[in-house]
């Protein structure tokens, strides 16, 4: 996995991926992170890549020049292989989710265009990049903060980063719910107990307990992931058990019948 990420503060990525498990991959060689300078392709001497908007307003906004030479160079680089999705990290992007992690997952190679100051040139929006991905419903200073999360959520599904494939089967979001419980030694602290089931190495209970502790906690914290999930008759039945145990309405109750 290749990730082009343009930039003008390629420094912010020193810290995060020298360490963890973007670090250990780029070290092994399964995932490469190439930091690009988009300044250097400003058109003037002074380096110039923002402008006042249009039409009046405050702020600045990224001129398209430099982003679409960026893009230019890159793809004269790859020739026909291509580099892949052009990627804008915009607050106005689908959102990220665990199930567009994996689908950027399959690709080989994408490119990142981190914006910054008012906004980006609707040019490079429309006529460069291929999508726009959000990181969440709020805003930060600038896209790279958003590219690292996004490269770190996909770089971990990328085979042989994260030793062993089960070991984000049973992440969050992954089978569209939360997580289960987790516990480990020792069995009892500060009078704690974990659950037996956990030490009683019935590995058919173990997987049944953590599935109901999944859709448990899921129903309690994010009950619209539940909508969506790929249930059995017998987990529905246990959901609306749940549900009337917690007073909450049913599913048919929820259009207000």
Not at 8 to 26: D, I, Q
Not at 76 to 93: D, F, H, K, N, R
Not at 110 to 131: F, K, P
Request: glycine share 12%; charged share 30%.
């Amino acid at each position: 996995m290749r990730f082009d990420v343009l930039t003008l503060f390629p420094g912010m990525f020193t810290g995060p991926f020298s360490e963890g498990v973007v670090g250990r991959a780029m070290e092994k060689g399964l995932v490469e992170v190439r930091l690009h300078d988009f300044r250097k392709y400003a058109r003037d001497r002074h380096g110039t890549v923002d402008d006042a908007p249009f039409g009046g307003g405050a702020g600045m906004v990224l001129k398209p020049e430099p982003l679409f030479e960026a893009v230019d160079v890159l793809k004269a680089e790859a020739g026909p292989e291509g580099v892949g999705p052009v990627i804008m990290l915009s607050p106005q992007g689908r959102v990220l989710a665990q199930a567009l992690a994996e689908e950027l997952a399959r690709q080989p190679r994408m490119v990142l265009i981190c914006g910054r100051y008012e906004g980006v040139d609707e040019r490079v929006r429309e006529r460069l990049a291929t999508d726009e991905i959000s990181v969440g419903d709020y805003v930060l200073s600038g896209g790279e903060l958003a590219a690292m999360v996004l490269m770190d959520a996909v770089s971990r599904l990328v085979p042989g980063v994260v030793g062993s494939p089960k070991s984000t089967e049973g992440d969050t979001f992954s089978g569209g719910l939360l997580q289960h419980p987790q516990y480990t030694r020792p069995p009892e602290y500060r009078g704690w107990r974990a659950p037996e089931v956990l030490l009683s190495g019935n590995h058919g209970e173990i997987a049944r307990w953590r599935r109901r502790e999944s859709l448990r906690r899921t129903l309690l914290r994010r009950p619209d992931l539940l909508e969506r999930a790929a249930l059995s008759e017998e987990e529905r039945r246990f959901v609306e058990e749940l549900r009337r145990e917690m007073g909450k309405p049913s599913v048919e109750g929820d259009g207000g019948h």
